[in-house]
């Protein structure tokens, strides 16, 4: 599965070697599409990556506090994400703008959407700044920084133990080689990382309705999107 490869063969090498897709199983979850993340990005070609995910817990939140401390104080506050709790919407954007005609910037895709909803109702976090005259609530690499060095809650100490094992299989069964092993691991550990991060951030909410990209999770029913427009399907939540 080198990096050369176009997506076409890349596929075709990977459904070669896997049979049992149940390899993926990991407890309520399949990890195919992780899987398939470290394989075609190839993480290892750019440049060393780290992965603590498998070391023991203690070594784990040993990094976190010395990372931590080395950081110094993070310019972020829980009191600072608690100030938005009751709005009913939290989007997440990925940072995409567009400029009026007086050169100010908007977000590309959810400009409308706070207008329609009215921004007292919306919590707008932006994953990637790309202008810092956006106007924005919320910096994702901010609230990274401020939760991705805490302790392991009881929940990410269960899905990091299905991880371990799930992984520990896909190694046993020798289908892959080391290098798409590295990849893998690096995968695991991105995914884990934003788990993490989300499932904190989302706790500290009441919002009935969670937005990112295109497409709107709510506890109803979805709402999907284009660049443009929105529409609003009558169906339960996955």
């Known amino acids: ?4 490869k176009n997506f076409t063969d890349f596929k075709t090498d990977f459904y070669a070697k896997v049979k049992d897709f ?3 199983d990991c407890a309520e ?3 195919l599409k992780i899987v398939l993340d470290g394989l075609k990005v190839n993480y ?3 440049g060393k990556v780290t992965v603590d995910l498998f070391k023991p817990v203690w070594v784990q939140h040993l990094k976190y506090q010395l990372k931590a401390a080395k950081a110094g104080k993070i310019s972020l506050s829980t009191n600072d994400i608690l100030q938005f709790k009751n709005r009913k919407i939290l ?4 940072g995409r703008i567009i400029h009026d005609e007086c050169k100010k910037p908007h977000s590309y895709y959810f400009s409308n959407i706070i207008k ?3 921004k007292e109702n919306c919590t707008h976090l932006v994953e990637k700044v790309r202008d810092e005259s956006l106007a924005r609530n919320l910096d994702y690499p901010l609230v990274y920084e401020l939760f991705i060095h805490q302790k392991y809650n009881d929940d990410e100490l269960k899905i990091r133990q299905s991880i371990i094992t799930t ?16 990849n893998i691991a690096f995968a695991f ?3 884990f990382n934003q788990y993490k991060v989300w499932s904190r951030l989302l706790n500290f909410y009441r919002q009935k309705y969670f937005i990112r990209s295109v497409i709107i999770t709510m506890k109803e029913g979805h709402w999907l999107l284009n660049e443009k427009a929105f529409s609003i399907l009558n169906c339960n939540m996955v």
């Open 44 to 46: 290892i070609s750019r």
């Open 189 to 191: 550990q991105n995914f």
């Open 1 to 4: 599965m080198g990096a050369a």
């Open 167 to 182: 992984f520990n299989n896909i190694k046993a069964a020798q289908i892959f080689d080391e290098k798409e092993i590295q």
């Open 29 to 31: 979850f399949n990890v």
């Open 22 to 24: 149940s390899l993926f």
């Open 116 to 118: 329609h909803f009215g």
């Open 91 to 94: 989007i997440a954007d990925d």
